[in-house]
């Protein structure tokens, strides 16, 4: 089998990117752009699209450097970097605009072929011709991509001598003076920009070549780089020469003037010519393998991935990017072909800029040979979407819009490559910053914002229990559900990986699945609660089923001290298994006197139930029980204003018990039999009195729904009502 034929940095990507710099625009459009732009309108516009050709090409270069270079050019560099999505989207429009840019050259050919011998200059005419060019220059990439690019010297050598043919003439259309900006009735300096700026894209033509170059990571920078630097020296030279030698009315309406004043017309044409068909022939070259590139990875319809020959030669691809080109050719106007063109190309170049910025800013493995400060690739990202905002802030977003399309497409479609894209760095990056600012700031008063640790344990029921975890948790809460294997005689633990748990009702709820292995329930979830988290987002709350039965466990009596003892906010949930949740359209919240700290997380509690969707239509009441006679109004309009203040619309009623001192369960068992939530303070009591206090419990469980117990840790508030001593003022008055 015969090696592939690979391509060094002069023949592989110099030479293509500096004959597209120095293509259609140069001849048949920079004398209009300085004649409509003045000469320091001119040079400025010819800066400002080189500095996003500069900072694209720097950023390109450093991301060569740093990762092998694969067939597919700018887009194997957005999708290793950006992952499939954003790649995929940005190489579908850029082999997009690449198939435009080859009929906008040819456009430009058929300009100057037809006018040079005389034929029909109509719209049709052009379009006759430059279909003609087309098939002629996809015949020769077909027989061979290795005798297309040594063409490339010849015109490369017929460009050179059209320059110096150019700037030996002389011109009878000397301007008397030399305007520096634009006069009246010259088109505005944005449709200037737009049409000038396919100009500097070429230096894409070599990086699309990546997979044909012996050594891409060296190649690129060096070839692209130089290319685009001997763009600009020729650019603001001939910008210069062309102000100072012809009238800019001249210059606004004759496309074919430097013809006309170059001391060798018919070098000036074979430059021309050279320039348009090579052009042209490395948009054929190039647009294929990002085409085929793209079908390799599932992005686009696989028969594109298909190559003929040793070398692979993209014949598919090719194919289609001769119909996009042939239907670009059928515009047949140069100047609405090159403002589609530069909307594709600016919007690829943005996102190449902003994949650079984050590869240099998040990732900890980007360590490219090509350095470059990062600040540029956020520089020309800037400066992409600032242009394209000023030239057409509809194509802008039309544009977007597009490859938002074409990305969520991609989203969904679930490509995968096995390398990883920078996202992953950028969120770690994200949230290592976050997490040490957060713990750097220590606010004791701070709103509760829940991590819940989760023992949801293995029952028919323990979907409901997720459920209501992330309800009380709240729209920024954390959950991570334990689920504990008991194994007491292997005490070899579970590897890392195999202690992440994930599944549909996780990912669906969004809530992090781990398991471990233990050797007792208790002592397991004690360990847990006394070692998980880390700085910045520890756990603070602990969740599970509430334990029936347990009543007389030394064991369960103990971990409920040390959990209490690490402050901990506990929630046990009994639930119904008959009723569960009812309707979800009734909470009741229950206030005693000595819960202050307890009321303050269950008004937390109802805030975030009522949020939630099942619960977005219920009805809260906070019941308090007056055991001592202090006035209703009083206690009403002082629970009032507390629930105002933490912003949760209930209902309030107050019981008076202190004739009748009924237990407080009982009241309970009346008021709440039909409730569909029920929330209850647990009190403080001696550990020693556990047994007593869940025996209690139990019995109140068997009369009402779904309950939530809720022990609240130190950090929360106490909601003092001081109902005691205003009775007492009331009563001195």
């Known amino acids: 089998m015969a090696e592939k034929k690979k391509f060094g940095t002069f023949a592989g990507v110099f030479t293509p990117s500096i004959l597209t710099i120095l293509g259609v625009i140069m001849y048949m459009r920079l004398g209009w752009v300085v004649g409509n732009a003045g000469l320091l309108g001119a040079i400025l516009i010819i800066i400002i699209a080189h500095v996003i050709a500069v900072t694209t090409g720097l950023s390109v270069s ?24 954003i790649g995929g989207s940005i190489g579908i429009a850029l082999s997009v605009g690449t198939a435009l840019s080859i009929a906008l050259y040819l456009i430009g050919f058929s300009e100057s072929f037809n006018a040079y011998f005389g034929f029909g200059t109509s719209v049709n005419d052009f379009r006759l011709t430059g279909t003609i060019a087309l098939i002629v220059l996809t015949a020769l990439a077909l027989i061979s991509t290795s005798l297309a690019l040594k063409a490339q010297y010849f015109i490369l050598a017929a460009i050179a001598v059209s320059l110096i043919a150019i700037f030996s003439g002389s011109s009878e259309f000397v301007p008397e003076s030399v305007p520096l900006f634009s006069t009246e009735g010259a088109v505005p300096l944005e449709v200037v920009f737009a049409i000038f700026f396919p100009a500097v894209t070429g230096f894409t033509a070599g990086i699309a070549m ?21 763009g600009l020296v020729v650019y603001i030279a001939l910008a210069v020469f062309m102000a100072y030698t012809i009238n800019p009315d001249v210059l606004k309406t004759d496309y074919n003037i430097l013809m006309k004043i170059a001391i060798f017309a018919p070098a000036v044409v074979a430059g021309i010519w050279g320039a348009t068909l090579s052009s042209a022939l490395g948009g054929i070259l190039g647009g294929p393998r990002i085409l085929q590139a793209m079908s390799i990875d599932k992005v686009t319809p696989k028969i594109f991935g298909k190559g003929k020959g040793t070398n692979n030669e993209p014949v598919n691809a090719l194919l289609m990017v001769f119909i996009i080109a042939e ?17 594709f190309y600016l919007t690829a170049y943005g996102f190449i800029n902003i994949s650079y910025f984050l590869e240099s800013w998040a990732n900890p493995d980007f360590q490219p040979s090509f350095k470059i400060k990062r600040w540029i690739g956020l520089l020309g990202f800037a400066a992409c979407f600032g242009v394209m905002f000023k030239l057409d802030m509809i194509a802008m977003f039309a544009a977007l819009a597009v490859i938002g399309g074409l990305y969520f497409g991609l989203q969904r479609k679930e490509v995968k490559l096995q390398s990883n894209d920078v996202w992953r760095s950028v969120w770690e990056n994200v949230v290592n910053k976050g997490l040490k600012k957060i713990d750097a700031e220590v606010d004791e008063n701070s709103n509760w914002n829940p991590n819940i640790i989760l023992f949801s344990g293995k029952s028919d029921h323990q979907s409901y229990l997720l459920e209501l975890c992330k309800t009380v948790s709240g729209r920024t809460g954390i959950v991570t559900n334990f689920k504990l294997i008991v194994d007491a005689k292997d005490d070899t633990p579970l590897k890392k990986t195999e202690q992440v748990v994930r599944n549909e009702s996780f990912k669906e709820l969004g809530i992090f699945g781990r398991q471990v292995k233990v050797d007792n329930i208790y002592s397991g979830i004690t360990n847990i609660a006394t070692v998980f988290g880390f700085s910045g987002v520890e756990p603070n709350t602990i969740m599970m089923g509430w334990p029936k039965g347990l009543e007389n466990s030394g064991e369960y009596a103990k971990m ?23 309707n979800y359209s009734t909470v009741d919240l229950w206030w005693r006197e000595t819960d202050s700290k307890n009321a303050e997380m269950m008004l937390n509690i109802a805030r975030f139930i009522i949020a939630a969707p099942k619960w977005n239509n219920t009805n809260i009441r906070v019941l308090f029980v007056n055991n001592n006679n202090v006035d209703s109004t009083l206690i009403h309009s002082k629970i009032s204003k507390l629930v105002e ?19 407080f369960y009982n009241i309970i068992e009346e008021q709440s039999a039909s409730t569909d939530l029920t929330l209850v303070g647990i009190p403080n009591y001696k550990i020693e009195k556990q047994a007593e206090f869940v025996i209690k419990t139990n019995q109140l469980f068997e009369t009402i729904g779904s309950t939530l117990l809720v022990k609240a840790a130190n950090n929360f508030n106490e909601l003092d009502l001081t109902l005691i001593e205003a009775n007492s003022e009331i009563t001195e008055s």
């Open 62 to 85: 450093s991301v060569a450097t740093d990762k092998k270079i694969g067939a597919g050019g700018i887009y194997y560099v957005l999708s290793r970097s950006m992952g499939i999505p």
């Open 327 to 343: 239907a670009g050719i059928l515009i047949g106007e140069l100047d609405v072909i090159a403002r589609v063109v530069s909307m």
């Open 560 to 582: 409920t001290e040390t959990l209490l003892y690490l402050d901990y906010n506990l929630l046990y949930l009994d639930f119904d298994r008959k009723n569960k949740f009812g």
């Open 210 to 230: 990546s997979g044909d170059l012996k050594e891409p990571n060296r190649s690129i920078p060096v070839g692209t780089l130089s290319a685009i630097g001997g």
């Open 645 to 663: 203040d933490l912003r949760v619309n209930v209902e309030i009623r107050i019981i008076n018990n202190a004739v009748e001192q009924k237990p």
